[in-house]
Each structure stands twice: as C-alpha cells, then as structure tokens.
C-alpha cells in the first residue's frame, strides 16, 4: 500500500491565484481530513469528510473548498490564493482513531 | 474549545537519558493522542490511549483523565528519537469523537550522541 499520498511536494503561487492540492489514500478508509500546519502553531483542521459526498468545515476554512468524489481522493482548492494561506498542508486519513498523514505539500504565495 | 497545553517546547537531551513531555487539557476527552514528526516534515501517530499506560519498544505513554494530563516517555533515548511529539485531544463539536483533533503545538527534542 502506498498509504497517504500527497502531491505537489512543493508550489509556489502568486495571490489571487487558484490551484488544487490533491490527497489520495489506497487504504478504503471513509474519513479524511486536511490541516495547515504554521510556525508557532499546532496543525489546524481545515476541512474534513466521514465518507464519499460528505464534507464538513473544520477550524479554519474560509479560502478552501474541498470534494470527495470517491473514497480514494480528497482535493483541497485554493480558490483565490492569498500570502496567509502560506503553510505546510497535511492530508490523513483516520481508522479506528489513528490518523495516516500524507507527507506534506509547502506551499509559498507571493 | 479544548485547549492543548505542551512542556517543555524544547528539550534537549544526552543519549541514554530518560525523557518525559507532558501534556494538559482543559475539557475532559475520550482518547488522547500522541504523535511524532520527524525532522524531514512526516508525522506517524504513536498512542492513542484512553487511561492508564501504553507502551511501545521504549516510548511508554501514561494519561490520567480526572487530572487532565498525559505523559510521554521515552527510555534510553537516541540521537534518532530527535524529533517534534505532538499532543492530540478531540477538538470542539466533535461529541468526543476522534476523528475531529485539536493538537499541541509540539514539543522539540534533541538527543544529543
């Protein structure tokens, strides 16, 4: 199994411009999630869903859309891209209460 | 909202020394989690415990639900447990569950060779 796969690695953006972070994960569990992790402060929820077609909002999702079309992918759109959304974006995917991490996406908006 | 309380934020430690972090909660939980990210950015879950004491090869975690406190250990530590350990607790409307998270903002630690 691959596990929790994130891409891009790294993306540098300039504000106001749009783009999707993808997650996928091989592992058929029904929740995922996505957080932003800063300096100086503990990961964050942005968005989060408990099955295919079912999303929610976490702590801090104003500038996020997310869809989960299928079990396997859980997109995060950055809708018009702003130099605070700056962060290292975390997906996991949750079974039985332990959380699988993808390995990170650092994104720069200029 | 379930405030997640980390100490030390630093620790730098010998090799072969034995390590605790600590971790308070304001609101009582269901479970609490314990996580590791190593230096290259990952992050593994260690522990998810409910009461009393996990162990796991020399990380051994402890969680006392009427004080609101868990522990970290690690025994005889090494240079390649250097890494941020994060503190989890179920976050605010998530009826306990532990799929929603409030984390700590992480403890750093160095084992020194």
């Known amino acids: 199994n691959a596990g929790v796969t994130q891409t891009p690695k790294f993306q540098v953006l300039k504000t106001g411009q749009s783009m999707t972070l993808q997650c996928a994960q091989d592992?058929?569990?029904?929740?995922m999630s996505w957080y932003r992790q800063d300096p100086g402060m503990g990961l964050r929820l942005i968005h989060y869903s408990v099955g295919a077609g079912i999303t929610d909002q976490g702590e801090v999702p104003n500038g996020y859309n997310v869809s989960r079309s299928t079990t396997e992918d859980f997109p995060l759109r950055l809708l018009s891209a702003a130099p605070s959304q700056t962060s290292v974006y975390f997906c996991a995917s949750t079974w039985g209460g332990t959380q699988y991490f993808g390995p990170g996406t650092r994104l720069l908006v200029l | 909202k379930n405030e997640v309380e980390q100490s030390p934020q630093n620790l730098t430690a010998q090799e072969g020394e034995f390590i605790t972090i600590n971790c308070s909660y304001s609101?009582?939980?269901?479970?609490l989690h314990w996580l590791q990210q190593h230096p290259g950015g990952g992050i593994v879950s260690l522990f998810m415990?409910?009461?009393g004491k996990k162990k796991h090869g020399r990380l051994i975690a402890t969680i006392n639900i009427q004080e609101k406190h868990s522990s970290l250990h690690i025994t005889a530590s090494h240079p390649r447990d250097s890494a941020v350990y994060i503190c989890?607790?179920?976050?605010?409307?998530?009826?306990?569950?532990?799929?929603?998270?409030?984390f700590g903002k992480g403890t750093l630690l160095t084992v020194n060779p």
């Open positions: 609101v009582g939980i269901s479970a």
């Open positions: 415990l409910s009461s």
């Open positions: 989890a607790v179920p976050g605010p409307y998530s009826g306990g569950s532990n799929y929603k998270l409030t």
């Open positions: 592992m058929n569990h029904e929740y």
